[in-house]
């Protein structure tokens, strides 16, 4: 009887440690599937984002608009993203530019992806007409034309170094303008892009038989050592990557030249886009 009795409870106690370690393993293995769940809605929200666009939302007065789909605006600060300035935008989505009229105080929304910028969302805080001073844009620049030589002017480069374009003959130059506090990926930053994909292209052939130069047309700001900074920042410059800047005036003398409109006021830089190609010769 009592080996009976034993054996029973030697029994039952085994099934107890049975039944404890089926709930261990389940209990744990739930842990895992809801751990495993929860990892997986992690990452499905991180891919959804890949896409996404960044917002960036400040006020404004219209200067001019431009149907169907363009506005310049002379806007506040976006925080954290861009200083106030002037600059023509592209308008999408639900923004429409047959609502806005030169004189319009807003207030904007701006969407940013990948290398592409444009206005989502506008409203209209009060409508004035635009004082005529504000309208007005900088003469327009007499570009050399195409075949003809390109007067001589000396800059100074992110490693404060002299440089003349007339120690370049004989070299193929390239030759655009950016200022290094412009954030639109579709402006100054594209120029930088584009500048580094000839340069990784053609490496082989940097400053020995092709040179680029980035001109500065913001050179309050835009010292020598920023420019290293921001030449830096955008995995730019190296051996023939020229970031150019020197006084007010000689700037400007340089960017008539090839055509570039910018004017600056009360800190707000507005300017048009340009690339430009200087043959061994000096000839545009």
């Known amino acids: 009887m009592n080996t009976f009795c034993h054996e029973d409870t030697k029994a039952r106690n085994h099934e107890t440690t049975k039944v404890r370690f089926v709930q261990s393993v389940f209990s744990r293995f739930g842990v895992f599937v809801v751990s495993c769940f929860r990892v997986f809605v992690v990452m499905l929200m991180a891919v959804a984002c890949v896409g996404c666009a960044h917002h960036y939302t400040t006020t404004g007065l219209v200067l001019k608009v431009d149907p169907p789909a ?38 904007f929304r701006l969407a940013v ?74 402006y100054c930053p594209r120029m930088v892009t584009n500048f580094r994909a000839i340069r990784d292209r053609f490496a082989a052939r940097m400053d020995r038989d ?44 340089v960017c008539n030249a090839f055509g570039i409109q910018y004017w600056a006021e009360e800190g707000m830089i507005t300017h048009s886009l340009q690339t430009a190609v200087i043959d061994r010769d000096g000839r545009l």
């Open 113 to 186: 992806k990948g290398e592409r910028s444009w206005v989502d969302k506008v409203d209209v805080i009060s409508a004035a007409p635009v004082d005529a001073g504000l309208q007005q844009t900088p003469a327009v620049p007499v570009l050399v034309p195409v075949g003809s030589p390109l007067p001589d002017f000396e800059l100074t480069d992110q490693a404060n170094r002299r440089l003349a374009l007339s120690s370049l003959k004989g070299k193929v130059v390239a030759v655009t303008f950016v200022y290094t506090r412009c954030p639109l990926p579709d």
């Open 70 to 107: 363009s506005v310049t605006i002379s806007h506040d600060a976006f925080p954290g993203f861009m200083d106030a300035m002037v600059m023509p935008f592209d308008v999408k989505g639900d923004a429409r530019t047959e609502k806005l009229t030169a004189g319009d105080r807003v207030r």
């Open 210 to 253: 092709l040179v680029l130069l980035t001109i500065s047309f913001d050179p309050k700001f835009d010292t020598p050592e920023t420019l290293a900074r921001y030449a830096a920042s955008q995995r730019a410059g190296g051996p023939g990557w020229h970031f150019l800047t020197g006084d007010p005036a000689n700037i400007e003398r």
